[in-house]
């Protein structure tokens, strides 16, 4: 691993061979196609909750994403955007999925050949005044359990965001359908639905999960994908009630149609 410049920090993703994805600063850097190093900045730029802030002296280089065999050999996947992207492996022979960007998920094979593009169609819906509070509530809420401060930028408070992103996050099954976590018109503060592909890449519909006061908190898989799992025929998923404990729920998924 060491020898790819891949340590225990930079493992993004198990794969089902036995094999792993690993994020790595850029090996190439000579502005060849595969080269990653335009995503590297100083002072950078980010977005937080979909607001530009700076990040004073930061440096973030870019990331190549390797995939290490079994044989220590590696495998490159291409370039990964800090902070946005988001990976998945999954399906019969199993694939790898990568958004690199807002809209768009790349399927590779587990050799880094690429076999098709998916693209986000649709815009995200607008951030409402009302959608907005409920997700600085959310975010406020979930602080507090954590025992963290209320989040600010230079101890002011955090800038209204402008818009939700395309995908929040992606999910693969067993069967090699790709969800797509994104925002809904709602307005709970909170990505509470999920856009349904078929291995092919065909928009098969969408897939929204019931709001819950009394337990308000939805951690529909995280960046890591950890808290939530598809099956054959059902999605659990995790919920944290208001005073931060953790039950799993599930909910039958019909697929006749």
């Given amino acids: 691993m060491s020898l790819h410049g891949a340590g225990a920090e930079s493992l993004r993703l198990p794969l089902p061979d036995g094999s792993f994805l690993a994020g790595v600063p850029d090996r190439t850097a000579d502005e060849s196609p595969g080269d990653c190093s335009h995503l590297a900045a100083r002072g950078l730029s980010w977005a937080l909750m979909g607001s530009p802030l700076r990040a004073e002296g930061v440096t973030v280089h870019g990331e190549e994403l390797l995939r290490i065999d079994d044989a220590y050999a590696a495998h ?142 939805l951690n529909l898989c995280e960046r890591t994908g950890s808290n939530c799992r598809v099956g054959k025929d059902y999605f659990l998923v995790v919920r944290r009630d208001e005073l931060g404990r953790e039950r799993v729920e599930g909910y039958r998924v019909r697929r006749d149609g």
């Fill in 76 to 217: 490159s996947f291409g370039c990964a955007r800090p902070y946005r992207t988001h990976l998945a492996a999954g399906g019969d022979p199993p694939l790898v999925y990568i958004s690199n960007d807002h809209v768009e998920i790349r399927q590779r094979s587990l050799d880094g050949t690429l076999v098709r593009i998916i693209r986000r169609t649709t815009e995200p819906p607008p951030v409402t005044d009302k959608a907005w509070e409920a997700e600085l509530a959310h975010r406020t809420r979930n602080r507090e359990m954590d025992g963290w401060p209320p989040r600010t930028v230079d101890g002011e408070p955090i800038p209204r965001r402008e818009k939700y992103p395309a995908i929040e996050s992606i999910l693969v099954d067993a069967d090699g359908y790709v969800w797509v976590r994104e925002w809904s018109a709602s307005e709970s503060g909170i990505p509470d639905q999920w856009s349904v592909f078929s291995p092919e890449g065909r928009w098969l519909g969408v897939l929204s999960f019931p709001p819950d006061p009394a337990a308000p908190d």
